[in-house]
């Protein structure tokens, strides 16, 4: 028997809803965190989109209602104010924001292979902004863009070097790459940067905790179901058992309380009408083997009943005496090793048994030595009787003096 077989069932019980609680648990901290990491790159990408879509309004705006201010404070130029401003926003965050181009003038503005590969798919497409995750140095980011267009304003500055304000021409030279921009062109994009390390940081927060709520209503759970089991079903299936035990050691039985009408109790009533049933049974059979062992023990000639496998269960004080032996050392013996021609006679119970099979009754009698404990020798005349219990056949065999044939 494997060790989880001889488990009670309590034990069975509680070690299947944990396994099974264990795989819900699981299963639902997977999708819990999948469904955090979905929700928290959600409010990533709003929260991108809404900081890019300021800066670049801020940029607009600026370069729309400026009359000549950034030549006195390069400090209103649109792009200086818009990069001012992002990083104001991004204070204390964990946004990382700036402004990239192809025709960067500011080393910082130099857009790495990410940037550089959405500025292309940005030029002269529809495609206005782009997010994933991207892994870089052994670390995963989340990174986001959107392109900036050229706008009218824009081209006061970044049109031709003809009509450029003197401070741009003083700054840049004819032929540099900060001229000639077109009308609704792609002049850069708004660049976002959060490590993925600060949103799992939230998602295992947020995670942790569902977590440990989860765990405290599972285990709940089970407290309850075992306690309920126990109640239910393991102590009424208990209490059979010992009442079972009890009818087996001491053959005496109290019929068991049925507190309630579901498959449990009627197995408990079921119970108790099979105990009493068995019961008068019981009673019936003591009453007649008692009567039988009274008629055997007044008849004048030895008797022996005995099992299909010749096992001597009943004998009367001639077959003690006829034997030579008690009635106590007789149980149990094998009546054909009390027989000179043992194996004979066992043939003739088996044809016996058969004829009785088949419907027949054969009335015929053998003749047949019999050797007692001490070593005598009798002749014996053997009538065979058969009667059917429960489980097999018993035959008593009734042994006549055989000396006078």
Do not use: W
């Amino acid at each position: 028997m494997s060790r989880f077989g001889s488990l009670s069932i309590n034990t069975k019980f509680n070690l299947i809803m944990s396994c099974l609680l264990i795989v819900l648990f699981l299963s639902a901290s997977l999708l819990i965190y999948q469904r955090q990491r979905s929700l928290i790159l959600k409010v990533a990408v709003d929260n991108a989109r809404n900081i890019a879509k300021q800066i670049i309004e801020t940029r607009d705006y600026i370069s729309s209602v400026e009359h000549g201010e950034p030549e006195q404070n390069y400090a209103l130029v649109p792009q200086v104010v818009a990069t001012q401003i992002a990083a104001r926003m991004t204070r204390d965050t964990k946004f990382y924001v700036r402004q990239v181009s192809l025709r960067y003038r500011n080393p910082g503005n130099r857009p790495d292979d990410y940037e550089t590969e959405q500025l292309q798919k940005f030029s002269g497409k529809v495609v206005r902004e782009n997010y994933r995750v991207v892994r870089a140095g052994g670390e995963e980011s989340f990174r986001y863009m959107q392109s900036m267009i050229a706008e009218k304003s824009c081209l006061t500055c970044h049109g031709s070097y003809e009509t450029a304000p003197q401070f741009i021409r003083k700054r840049f030279p004819r032929g540099h790459y900060s001229y000639n921009y077109k009308l609704g062109e792609v002049i850069g994009a708004v660049s976002v940067t959060i490590p993925m390390s600060e949103l799992y940081r939230d998602i295992g927060t947020n995670l942790k905790l569902d977590l440990i709520y989860r765990a405290i209503v599972f285990f709940i759970i089970i407290v309850i179901m075992a306690a309920l089991l126990k109640r239910i079903i393991i102590r009424p299936i208990r209490m059979l058992s010992e009442s079972i035990t009890t009818v087996t050691r001491t053959d005496t039985f109290t019929p068991l309380p049925k507190a309630s009408n579901d498959e449990i109790g009627d197995l408990i009533g079921a119970f108790n009408d099979m105990m009493d049933e068995l019961g008068r049974k019981t009673a019936q059979s003591r009453e007649s083997e008692q009567r039988y062992r009274e008629f055997i023990e007044v008849a004048r000639s030895a008797v022996i009943t005995f099992m299909t496998d010749g096992k001597i269960v009943i004998t009367n004080q001639k077959a003690e005496e006829l034997l030579g032996s008690s009635r106590l050392e007789l149980l149990g013996e094998n009546i054909f090793n009390f027989f000179l021609e043992g194996e004979r006679l066992k043939q003739e119970v088996n044809l016996y048994l058969e004829e009785i099979r088949k419907g027949k009754r054969s009335a015929a009698t053998t003749l047949h030595v019999v050797r007692s404990v001490a070593g005598g020798e009798h002749r014996v005349e053997v009538a065979l009787s058969a009667t059917q219990t429960d489980s097999q056949p018993m035959i008593t065999a009734i042994l006549r003096d055989g000396e006078g044939r």
